[in-house]
C-alpha cells in the first residue's frame, strides 16, 4: 500500500517538475513549487521522517513561496525569452541525469533494515541516545547534540543568508516612502481573520519551539512559522504598523544574539572542562546537562530563524514599496 | 585550556565575532575588533602547524562524542599548513581593507562587510579542521553565502551579475558535492572520513560510490575553477571591492583545491582514483590546458584585475598539475604552491587596490607613470610579479622548482618543458603592467598621484617580504608540505595494504 502512494505521489512530483520547466508565468510557477514541496513533505510523511516533512512544508511550502512572491512582485511575473542556444546545458543536465541513474544501480535495496545506514552510526542512535542524551525524539538528539556543530553550522548558514540580503537591499526604517496607507486597510474581514489567527500562529510556534523535545518539531520550523505570524500582520496592516512592532534593527540584533546564544552554550561547556558543545557539562548531572543544553540552543535557532526570514521579509516588501511610490 | 580546543578555536573565534560586528557596528570598531579576532585566529593556527608537527594529528570531538557518531575535527599537518595561510592572509588584508573599503564600499555597508569577512574566514577554517564529510558541505555554504555577499559590496554595479553568475555555479557545485556525499552515505552509513575511506574499500568498484566520486570531483572542480569551470571567476575578482579579490584569490579556491586533496587522499584513496579510475589523466589534462588557455588570457585583458585572474586560474592549473603527477614530491608542490600563491597574488591584488585607491581606475593605461608617482606600491607590484613568474629569491621560483622537479622524478620531460614555457606567458602578462607603469609616462595633463596611504602599504609589504623570505629560506613550507604529502601518501597506502589484508 504505501509503495503504491509512493508511486502516485512520485509521478506526481514528476509532472510538477516538467510543469515548473515549461511554464513561462512565474506566478504560476511559484505556486508550483509550494505544491512540490507539499508533495515532497508527503514522501518523507510516507518514509517515517515525519520531522523532514514538517521542515519541507514549513520552509519549501511556506517561508519560500512568501519569499519567491515578493521576489516577484519586484521583478515582474513572466520569464524572459532566452535567445541563447539551450543545446549544450541540455546535454550537461542529460549526462548528470544518466549518472545519477547509473549511481542507484548498485544502491542498497528500498528501506531494507540490513542497509549500511542502518547497521553502522545509527543503532547507537537509536539504542542509546535514550540514555545519553534523554529525549524520546531522537532525531532531535542527532541534530542537536550528537551532530550539534552541523546545526550550529546551519544557524549560521540562514544569518550569512541576512548578511547577504541586508548588503543587496537593506531596510532603511526612515524611509519617507512607507506612508502609513500600505496594508490592506479596507478589507474589514482579513482584519478580523488575522487578528483572530496571529495570536494562534504564534501560540502554534512556541509549542513547535518546545514540544521539539518530544515530537516532530523544533528551533527552525517554530521560526518559520513565527516569522508567518509577523509577516501576515505585516501584509494585513502595512508594512509601518509591523516595522512598529519589531523594527529592523532589533530583527538584525535578535539574528545575532541567536547565533550568539548558541555558540555561548559551547562556550560555557568549554569554561567547564568540556569539549566545544559539550552538553554534559552543563548540569552536575549529564542526562540533565543534554536537556538544558538542547533546549537553549533550539532556542537560538529558532530565534535566528524567525529574526532573519522576517528581516529578509523586511527587505523585499520595503523594496516593492518604494518600488510603488516611483 | 587553550592547547585543549585549539583545533576548534580558528573556526569558532571568527564565528562567534561575525554577530558581534553586525549588532556593535561601527566602522572603525568593527575593523579593529575583526582585525584581532583574525590575528587570533592566525596564532592559534600557527600554534597548531607546530602541534601538527610534533604529533601529527589532533583530534578534536566536538561536543564530546566520538567519532564517527559525533563530528570530528581531525588536524594534520596538510589542513594546518593551508590554515596558516589562510588565517594569515585574512588578517592581512583586513588590516589593508580599512581604507580600501572606505573608498570602495557605501559607508552603510561596513560592517557588513566585516560581518561577511569573518563568516567567509569561520566557513573556510571549518572546510578545512573538519573531519566530517557532511560538515564540510555545512561549512562550504557558510563560506560560499560570504563570498557571494562579499563580492556584491563593490560599488560598480557590475559585481552584481559578476556575484549572481558566481552564486549560480557555486550553487551547482555544492549541490554537487551534497550528492556525492549522500551517496557515499547511502553505502557506508557514516559521514566521518576515516570512517568512510575504511568502508568505501570494502565496495571499490560500486557504481554507487564511483558515482559519488564523479559528483564530487565535479563539485570542487566548479569551487577551485579548475578549467573549464572557471568562467564564474574571471568577472568575480574583476569586479569585487580590491580587498575581497586579494583575500579570495589567495583563500577561497586554494581551500577547495585542499578539499579535492582530502577527498582523493584520504577518504578514496589514491589507488582507487588514480590508478582504477584514471582521473589523473584527466587532471592533468585539464591543467595543462589552464595553464596555457588562462595564461593567454590574461596577455590580451585591458583590466589589470581580470589579468590577474585569469592568473589565478592558471596557477590553479600548476597546483592540480602537481597532485595529478601522483607521487609525494609532485603533491608537496602542489600544497607548497597554495601558500605561496596566497603570497603572491595577494600583493599582487593589493598594489592594485592600492592603484584603484589613488588613480580610480585599474585599466593599464592607468598604470602609466605610476612608477614614479607611487613608486612602493609599483615596487610591491615588481617584486610580487617576479614571484609569479618565478624568478629566483621569489616563492615563486620555488614552487616551480619543486613542481619540475617533481615532474622530472618520473621522466616526464615535456611536462617539465611546458611548466616553463608557461612562465614565459606569465611573463609577457606581468611585463604588459610593468612596462606602462615604468616605461611610458603619464599623460600630461593628468592629475598627479600621490603614494597610496600607509596601512595599505604596510600589508602589501609584509607579504612581499614574505615573498621573498620564503623564497630563500624555505625550510618552513618545504617541511610543512613534504610532511604533509608524506603522510598523506603513508596514510593511503597503508589503507590500502589493510584492505588488501
Not at chain 1, 502516485?8 to 505556486?31: E, G, N, P, S, W
Not at chain 2, 564530546?64 to 589542513?79: A, F, H, K, S, Y
Not at chain 2, 601558500?339 to 593599464?364: C, E, P, Q, T, W
Amino acid at each position: 500500500m504505501t509503495l503504491l502512494i509512493d508511486l502516485v505521489l512520485l509521478a506526481m512530483l514528476a509532472l510538477t517538475a516538467l510543469r515548473i520547466i515549461f511554464l513561462k508565468d512565474l506566478f504560476a510557477v511559484v505556486m508550483l513549487f509550494g505544491i512540490y514541496s507539499f508533495l515532497s513533505a508527503l514522501i518523507f510523511v510516507n518514509l517515517d521522517a515525519v520531522d523532514v516533512a514538517f521542515t519541507e512544508a514549513a520552509v519549501g511550502a511556506g517561508i519560500s513561496t512568501v519569499l519567491m512572491l515578493g521576489t516577484l512582485a519586484l521583478t515582474g511575473r513572466n520569464e524572459r525569452e532566452c535567445e541563447r542556444s539551450s543545446l549544450l546545458p541540455l546535454l550537461v543536465v542529460c549526462v548528470t541525469g544518466a549518472v545519477l541513474i547509473y549511481g542507484t544501480l548498485d544502491m542498497p535495496p528500498f528501506g531494507h533494515a540490513d542497509n549500511p545506514v542502518h547497521e553502522h552510526v545509527a543503532p547507537r542512535y537509536i539504542q542509546d541516545s535514550p540514555q545519553e542524551v534523554g529525549l524520546p525524539n531522537m532525531v532531535t538528539s542527532v541534530l542537536a547534540s550528537y551532530r550539534g556543530f552541523d546545526t550550529l553550522g546551519e544557524t549560521v548558514v540562514v544569518f550569512s543568508a541576512l548578511i547577504g540580503v541586508l548588503a543587496l537591499l537593506g531596510v532603511r526604517r526612515e524611509d519617507n516612502s512607507l506612508t502609513p496607507e500600505s496594508g490592506l486597510k479596507s478589507h474589514l474581514v482579513l482584519h478580523v481573520v488575522a487578528k483572530l489567527i496571529i495570536p494562534m500562529i504564534i501560540l502554534f510556534a512556541l509549542y513547535v519551539q518546545f514540544h521539539g523535545d518530544f515530537g516532530p518539531g523544533g528551533g527552525f520550523q517554530a521560526g518559520v512559522i513565527a516569522a508567518a505570524a509577523f509577516i501576515l500582520y505585516a501584509l494585513v496592516f502595512g508594512l509601518p504598523s509591523a516595522f512598529s512592532v519589531v523594527s529592523p534593527k532589533f530583527l538584525q540584533v535578535m539574528a545575532s544574539l541567536g547565533v550568539l546564544l548558541y555558540a555561548s552554550v559551547g562556550l560555557y561547556s568549554m569554561a567547564k572542562g568540556g569539549q566545544f558543545l559539550d552538553y554534559n557539562k552543563l548540569a552536575a548531572n549529564p542526562i540533565d546537562g543534554q536537556h538544558y543544553g538542547i533546549i537553549i540552543i533550539e532556542l537560538g535557532v529558532g530565534i535566528t530563524v524567525f529574526a532573519v526570514m522576517l528581516s529578509i521579509f523586511y527587505a523585499f516588501s520595503s523594496q516593492v514599496a518604494r518600488l510603488n511610490i516611483r | 585550556m587553550f592547547e585543549q580546543h585549539l583545533a576548534a578555536l580558528p573556526i569558532i573565534l571568527p564565528l562567534i565575532a561575525a554577530p558581534i560586528v553586525l549588532i556593535l557596528g561601527r566602522s572603525t570598531f568593527a575593523w579593529a575588533f575583526a582585525t584581532l579576532v583574525s590575528a587570533a585566529a592566525c596564532y592559534f593556527s600557527w600554534q597548531l602547524l607546530w602541534v601538527a608537527f610534533d604529533s601529527n594529528v589532533i583530534s578534536y570531538a566536538v561536543g564530546g562524542w566520538p567519532p564517527p557518531w559525533g563530528i570530528e575535527l581531525r588536524v594534520d599537518t596538510t589542513n594546518a599548513f593551508v590554515l596558516l595561510a589562510v588565517t594569515a592572509l585574512s588578517t592581512l588584508v583586513l588590516l589593508y581593507a580599512k581604507d580600501s573599503i572606505e573608498n570602495e564600499v557605501a559607508p552603510s555597508k561596513h560592517a557588513l562587510f566585516y560581518t561577511a569577512h569573518l563568516l567567509c574566514l569561520a566557513g573556510l577554517s571549518g572546510i578545512l579542521l573538519t573531519g566530517d564529510a557532511f560538515n564540510l558541505f555545512v561549512f562550504l555554504e557558510v563560506s560560499s553565502l560570504a563570498t557571494y555577499t562579499l563580492v556584491s559590496l563593490a560599488s560598480d554595479r557590475r559585481c552584481l551579475v559578476a556575484a549572481f553568475r558566481y552564486l549560480m555555479m557555486g550553487t551547482i557545485g555544492a549541490t554537487f558535492i551534497l550528492i556525492g556525499v549522500g551517496m557515499l552515505y547511502m553505502k557506508t552509513g557514516t559521514l566521518n572520513m576515516l570512517d568512510l575511506a575504511s568502508r568505501i574499500d570494502l565496495y571499490d568498484s560500486s557504481r554507487t560510490i564511483n558515482s559519488g566520486l564523479a559528483f564530487i570531483m565535479v563539485g570542487v572542480s566548479i569551487k577551485l575553477a579548475l578549467f573549464p569551470l572557471h568562467m564564474w571567476l574571471p568577472p568575480a575578482y574583476t569586479h569585487a571591492p580590491s580587498a575581497v579579490s586579494a583575500f579570495l584569490a589567495g583563500t577561497a579556491t586554494k581551500v577547495a583545491v585542499y578539499v579535492m586533496i582530502r577527498f582523493i587522499f584520504t577518504v578514496f584513496g589514491v589507488n582507487h582514483v588514480f590508478e582504477e579510475m584514471g582521473m589523473d589523466l584527466i587532471l592533468m589534462a585539464l591543467a595543462i590546458v589552464a595553464i596555457f588557455k588562462c595564461s593567454y588570457m590574461a596577455t590580451v585583458q585591458s583590466n589589470v584585475k581580470t589579468v590577474l585572474a585569469y592568473s589565478s586560474v592558471a596557477q590553479i592549473g600548476y597546483m592540480i598539475l602537481g597532485l595529478s603527477l601522483v607521487s609525494a614530491a609532485g603533491l608537496m608542490s602542489g600544497l607548497i604552491h597554495i601558500f605561496n600563491h596566497a603570497l603572491m597574488k595577494g600583493a599582487l591584488f593589493m598594489a592594485v587596490g592600492a592603484v584603484f585607491y589613488r588613480v580610480g581606475s585599474v585599466d593599464i593605461s592607468a598604470f602609466r607613470g605610476l612608477g614614479k608617482q607611487m613608486p612602493l606600491t609599483m615596487a610591491a607590484f615588481t617584486i610580487a610579479g617576479l614571484s609569479i613568474i618565478g624568478v629566483p629569491l621569489t616563492v615563486g621560483f620555488v614552487s616551480k622548482w619543486y613542481l619540475v622537479t617533481a615532474a622530472l622524478e618520473q621522466s616526464h620531460w615535456a611536462i617539465a618543458a611546458l611548466v616553463l614555457a608557461g612562465s614565459l606567458l606569465a611573463v609577457i602578462y606581468i611585463g604588459r603592467v610593468l612596462e606602462a607603469a615604468y616605461l611610458q609616462s603619464a599623460s600630461p595633463d593628468s592629475e598627479p598621484v600621490r603614494e597610496a596611504p600607509w596601512l595599505m602599504l604596510l600589508p602589501m609589504w609584509l607579504l612581499v617580504l614574505a615573498n621573498l623570505y620564503f623564497g630563500i629560506d624555505t625550510s618552513l613550507t618545504t617541511d610543512a608540505a613534504s610532511s604533509a604529502a608524506e603522510w598523506l601518501f603513508q596514510t593511503t597506502e597503508s589503507a590500502a595494504q589493510g584492505s588488501a589484508q
